[in-house]
């Protein structure tokens, strides 16, 4: 995972909380006036002059210095700033010019600033920060328009529109068709835009931030910002967490009302029946189980009779045969249309050693705890905490059939842990770490493998556990051996850090994030990408492959999910909903639905057909979520996060209903408890959606990870933070 709690991070801070003060007034020049005291300066004040000095000398360092200081000490109490109580121009009326004059160079550098010191800002911050760039872009377009720039508003509008095209494609492109300032008044989009105010919900230090930086960037562009902030958007403060009801919407308590309607009611006489989401989501994708050939599968069969007839023989009870479990839950009708084609993904020849792994799995299957009764059952839980890491351990990844955890470092090592006690032994008979005891037997539980040159942040297991994929701040991805415990290639070709990586359900391929925005495919035996997968506006930040393995899912700081098909190198799906950045996915083991969450502390459940949003779930509070897992039935969802909890919900209950109420996890009375221990138990408690089964919390220990085995007992992971 990307930049685990406790981590530093490279993105800085917005420009200090310091509430910005009013310029003292000048002077009047009469003779006759009598003398006045000497000017009272605030703090803030004092520290303003200053560093207009500094920075008028040339004292570069020293302002640095002074500004990172200045930040730390706490400001006197003063009232919350917002557009009727700050000293800034007073409000006209929407539609009505305003009277400044700015160049074209000025509107646009104002809009640039603000974007590049929102995407500079601290994740806790840029959700709310970044709600100001969509209507700022906007005005500053029809400003340059309005006051006769064509030829700059258009250089404006193609350099800057395409951050906007996802959420506001229909508005964007209505805006792109203006160009003489009559068109103002003939757009249905611009008037709505110049006659109403947008409106923004954003939280109290936000706003205090905000105005700080337009106030100390005024000269610079941020005055620009500033008074179009005054003149058309209206901020709204609130302490409350803002939830989008559906995918690719905007919050209706937000923007403008008479846009929504605009959006979804008939413009010029034509019905806009489906969003372009929703067109864009109509193309044929195929969910099935990928086709095997059909020798393999009739050797499988013949092996799993001959399994059959020996338990037979030694009188084994048992509650299926392995055959009968085969044909109901594994094997593919090859007549069924919504499976793919064995040549959508070539793959290399079943051997020997994956014969007796899909056995082995086929019996697991048929051994495994069943969470699919009427109503979904609870799954047992193993967590694992690791002590001692030093906040350095940054990623946890459980193999398939739960034997072994790998973990990923900042120090660029990777460390693997046996999980049911047998040895790490190395098939290298020089191996130095084959350690054994006086019989002979290698006793050695934990490998460090060595090789990347910067913080490791993703590592995967292949399906027969023969390979281990790692992935790292450096650039690079190393497949490993886990029978030598030797790196064997190195794949070059991103030209960022890589955030995650992800081995196929049917091996050879494998699938990384990377934060120059694109995913990438890759297969063990080429060094180079066979897929780049380019349309994120942001870091992609997780992998996931179907369980077909020919399509690819991605979820980026964009806040959208995509869904990409293999075979063609394009995106067939977009998920659209979260408001923050997405830190994991999980698919169905059905292939039918999918499940997003990260930053916005929600688990979104998808059906992948449609493209649509099932549900939301709602729990963790306002903590980021780390990790997801279905269990093999498909029934249970588990979610992991950094509240310290792994939490169980119900996949399949209010599934007709997208916006499910919010119910306690517990009852609260008032009877019997006094008023101290009631606001702390209330502070303490948190709410969450009906379809919340249960949690199991830790006492320090944020969850990196979930895993369900074939048995399906729930395994978790994290590191003690005490």
Same mark, same amino acid.
């Given at each position: ?449 060595? =090789? $990347? %040159?910067? &913080? ?5 297991? /292949? !399906? +027969?556990?023969?390979? *281990?994929? @790692?992935?790292? #701040? ?102 659209? =909903? $979260? %408001?923050? &950045? ?5 698919? /169905? !083991? +059905?292939?039918?639905? *999918?499940? @997003?969450?990260? #930053? ?123």
């Amino acid at each position: 995972m990307k930049q685990e709690p406790g981590d530093s991070s490279d993105k800085s801070a917005p420009s200090g909380s310091i509430t910005p003060q009013p310029k003292p007034p000048q002077q009047a020049n009469v003779s006759n006036q009598q003398p006045q005291k000497p000017q009272q300066f605030s703090a803030a004040d004092l520290n303003r002059i200053v560093l207009e000095y500094l920075n008028k000398k040339g004292y570069h360092k020293t302002e640095s210095m002074l500004r990172m200081e200045s930040s730390h000490i706490p400001a006197p109490p003063t009232n919350i700033p917002t557009p009727q109580t700050t000293n800034i121009s007073r409000p006209t009326a929407p539609g009505r010019a305003p009277e400044y004059s700015d160049d074209p160079a000025t509107i646009k550098r104002g809009y640039s600033i603000l974007k590049s010191w929102c995407e500079s800002s601290l994740d806790f911050y840029r959700p709310e920060l970044e709600k100001f760039l969509y209507p700022v872009f906007v005005h500053c377009y029809l400003d340059l328009i309005a006051r006769g720039y064509p030829s700059h508003a258009r250089e404006f509008y193609d350099k800057f529109s395409k951050d906007h095209s996802v959420l506001h494609e229909y508005e964007i492109s209505k805006l792109g068709g203006i160009s003489l300032k009559e068109h103002l008044q003939e757009n249905d989009v611009a008037k709505i835009f110049r006659s109403h105010k947008f409106k923004v919900l954003i939280g109290r230090t936000t706003f205090n931030l905000l105005l700080y930086f337009l106030n100390e960037n005024d000269a610079v562009g941020g005055g620009v910002v500033l008074r179009l902030i005054n003149q058309y958007i209206e901020p709204v403060i609130t302490t409350e967490a803002i939830a989008v009801e559906r995918e690719g919407e905007l919050n209706l308590s937000e923007g403008i009302v008479e846009l929504h309607t605009l959006n979804n009611t008939s413009i010029g006489g034509e019905q806009r029946e489906i969003s372009s989401v929703d067109a864009f989501n109509k193309k044929p994708v195929k969910l099935g189980k990928l086709q095997v050939d059909p020798e393999y599968s009739k050797e499988l069969e013949a092996e799993l009779k001959l399994k059959d007839e020996q338990e037979q023989a030694a009188q084994k009870k048992v509650s299926t045969t392995l055959l009968e479990e085969y044909r109901e839950n594994f094997k593919v009708d090859p007549n069924d249309e919504n499976n793919p084609s064995k040549d959508t993904l070539p793959l290399p020849l079943k051997s020997a050693q994956d014969l007796r792994n899909d056995i082995a799995m086929i019996q697991d299957s048929r051994a495994k705890i069943k969470l699919s009764a009427a109503q979904a059952s609870l799954p047992s839980v193993c967590m694992y905490t690791f002590h001692n890491t030093n906040n350095d351990l940054t990623c946890l990844k459980f193999n398939d059939d739960s034997t072994m955890v790998a973990s990923g470092f900042q120090d660029s090592f990777i460390k693997l842990w046996s999980i049911d006690g047998s040895p790490l032994r190395s098939l290298l008979k020089n191996d130095p770490y084959n350690q054994q005891n006086n019989d002979g037997v290698a006793v050695k539980g934990s490998r460090r493998l060595v =090789g $990347h %040159s910067g &913080a490791v942040y993703g590592v995967d297991f /292949s !399906p +027969d556990n023969r390979y *281990l994929i @790692s992935c790292s #701040e450096d650039k690079t991805v190393r497949l490993w051996s886990l029978d030598t415990y030797t790196c064997l290639v190195s794949y070059k070709g991103h030209s960022s850090s890589v955030w995650d990586v992800k081995f196929s359900p049917m091996g050879h391929y494998f699938a990384t994030a990377s934060h120059d925005q694109t995913a990438r495919l890759w297969s063990c035996d080429h060094i180079y990408p066979l897929r780049i997968f380019a349309g994120h506006l942001n870091d992609v930040d997780c992998v996931e492959f179907h369980p077909n393995s020919t399509y690819l899912f991605t979820g980026s700081s964009d806040k959208t999910a995509r869904m990409w098909d293999i075979a063609r190198g394009e995106c067939v799906r977009v998920f659209m =909903g $979260h %408001s923050g &950045a997405i830190n994991c996915l999980a698919v /169905s !083991p +059905d292939g039918r639905w *999918l499940a @997003s969450a990260g #930053e916005d502390s929600v688990v979104c459940l998808w059906d992948i057909s449609t493209g649509r949003r099932i549900k939301a779930m709602r729990g963790h509070g306002r903590s980021s979520i780390y990790s997801l897992a279905f269990s093999r039935e498909g029934t249970v969802l588990v979610s992991t996060g950094a509240d310290n909890s792994v939490r169980v919900w119900d996949v399949k209950k209010n599934t007709n209903s997208p916006s499910a109420q919010p119910e306690p996890i517990n009852d609260v009375t008032a009877q019997g408890i006094q008023k101290k221990t009631e606001d702390l138990r209330r502070r303490k408690e948190i709410v969450a959606t009906n379809d919340h089964m249960s949690v199991y919390f830790t006492k320090k220990t944020p969850v990196y990870t979930v895993h369900f085995t074939r048995r399906n007992l729930c395994l978790a992971g994290g590191v003690f933070g005490g």
